[in-house]
């Protein structure tokens, strides 16, 4: 299953906004699109709503945002760090082909077999120094995501013998 951080209008029963979401709501989903390498680290916890990446690696991400009169990628996509020495954020063009399943532009969790090529929104964030900062996701779109990132060292290699 694919890590995904949601920003939604509820603000009471959480339980309840996921089953019956309100009317005028909206949404922005950041989702986690790449793997680490073997000893590294890139990771959502989405109970703490943090991001662990290892230095050195590259993590792709994808917005998605949907409103009564909007959804789709993240359009005008914007990402904010109070620390940017932590990270590169690099911008990319992300393209389904057909074939693929991604997630449905409807704001559903739901998948869905891509049938022609579609345009897709994100950025890759690769980890440039070890330290804590928060990461702000931002779209007319939708509200903006907040997260805590973490980019951490990655582990000692193996001493000689």
Do not use: K
Request: proline content about 9%; charged content about 15%.
């Amino acid at each position: 299953m694919t890590p995904q951080l949601h920003m939604t209008c509820a603000t009471g029963a959480a339980l309840l906004a996921l089953l019956l979401p309100a009317l005028a709501c909206s949404e922005t989903t950041v989702t986690v699109l790449t793997q680490a390498p073997p000893g590294r680290q890139a990771f959502v916890d989405s109970e703490t709503r943090t991001l662990t990446i290892s230095r050195g690696v590259a993590v792709a991400l994808e917005c998605t945002a949907w409103t009564e009169q909007y959804a789709g990628p993240c359009r005008e996509l914007g990402i904010e760090l109070d620390d940017e020495a932590l990270v590169t954020v690099l911008p990319v063009h992300l393209d389904a082909l057909p074939g693929q399943t991604v997630r449905s532009h409807a704001g559903t969790v739901d998948e869905t077999t891509v049938v022609g090529p579609q345009d897709r929104a994100g950025v890759v964030l690769v980890g440039a120094a070890a330290g804590a900062a928060t990461l702000t996701v931002s779209t007319p779109d939708g509200p903006p995501v907040t997260l805590d990132l973490v980019v951490a060292e990655p582990p000692a290699p193996p001493a000689d013998e």
